[in-house]
């Protein structure tokens, strides 16, 4: 599910991201965007961001993962985070900056980013 390879204005590969985790994946993977486009994260960083998903009124994540801060503007909206239930992303992500290639794999399971040398 979601799956999402990013390409540049002229149709050249940018990046890649995508994750298991069932009806979640769609939060993985967009918080994991925003992090590395809009916040310019480097990919580890965005891709170890604590979780929140959210499944109509209900609030989930990995709280002891967010700031005191956080949690308590989330508050003042309304939103009371729950701890969740298996938030594990399983992401693995790569994006193209500056001609160089930022690749990583999701701490909470298994699994490395290799790159192969360009010809």
Same mark, same amino acid.
């Given at each position: ?58 609030? *989930? +994540? $990995? ?6 801060? =956080?949690?308590?503007?989330? !508050?003042?909206? &309304? ?5 969740? *239930? +298996? $938030? ?6 790569? =994006?193209?900056?500056?001609? !160089?290639?930022? &690749? ?6 298994? +699994? ?8």
């Amino acid at each position: 599910m979601v799956p999402t390879i990013l390409l540049t204005p002229d149709g050249k590969f940018a990046g890649a991201i995508g994750s298991a985790g069932g009806n979640a994946i769609i939060a993985y993977v967009a918080k994991s965007l925003v992090a590395a486009i809009e916040w310019n994260m480097p990919m580890s960083q965005a891709l170890a961001a604590p979780n929140l998903v959210a499944r109509g009124a209900n609030f *989930q +994540g $990995e709280v002891t993962k967010f700031s005191p801060e =956080i949690l308590n503007g989330l !508050r003042q909206r &309304g939103i009371d985070l729950k701890p969740g *239930q +298996g $938030e594990d992303s399983g992401l693995t992500g790569v =994006i193209i900056r500056d001609g !160089r290639i930022d &690749g990583a794999a999701d701490p909470r399971r298994e +699994g490395v980013v290799l790159s192969l040398p360009q010809p």
